[in-house]
């Protein structure tokens, strides 16, 4: 008995085989179609209303690279960068990625995504780190990333211990490691 395929809903947007043929590699991610990105290991996905979608993907991979945590998922990163897909944040965003592309050399950014050499980003964060771009960035992401209690369990981190009477009596004198 063979099965038939059902016809696709055109009212819930793209098929599989449509979203898997129209990607088109972006660096980490996957350009699907007008503000829709997805990683290359499917680990994340987002949609963006304001950014262009190989934008995003740049400003996570820059996320990653300026806070880089092997442990912890670029869904967490994605989730840090968000915030940036507004009306007021994008064209400082959009020109500052520009700007991350020209001090690439005229190679872009997202060419050394697809290469994978992390230190090759790093050196050229680091031509930049002193651009307003750049601080704000770093600094956005300092609460993004880490005020995210899905991320604390990865650092130890039990959070606030007030409610719970403080750390004197939940393992602040546990001294194992003497």
């Known amino acids: 008995m063979t099965q038939q395929a059902e016809p696709r809903d055109r009212s819930r947007g793209l098929s599989r085989r449509q979203l898997l ?18 990683a290359k290991d499917a680990a994340w996905a987002a949609e963006t209303s304001v950014l262009k979608p190989a934008t995003f993907a740049t400003l996570v991979q820059m996320a990653r690279d300026i806070y880089p945590h092997d442990h912890v998922g670029d869904e967490f990163y994605v989730i840090a960068v968000k915030g940036y897909d ?52 770093r600094g956005g992401l300092v609460t993004g990333l880490y005020n995210q209690k899905a991320v604390w369990p990865y650092f130890g981190y039990e959070g606030e211990s007030y409610s719970q009477g403080g750390y004197i009596d939940r393992g602040f004198d546990d001294i194992n490691w003497l």
């Open 21 to 38: 043929s129209r990607s088109t590699a972006a660096g980490a991610a996957f350009v699907i179609g007008p503000g829709f990105i997805a």
């Open 86 to 137: 507004t009306e007021g944040a994008a064209p400082g965003i959009e020109a500052g990625i520009a700007s991350l592309d020209a001090a690439a050399q005229g190679k872009g950014f997202a060419s050394y995504l697809d290469t994978g050499w992390e230190r090759d980003r790093v050196d050229i964060l680091r031509g930049i780190e002193d651009s307003l771009f750049f601080q704000q960035i």
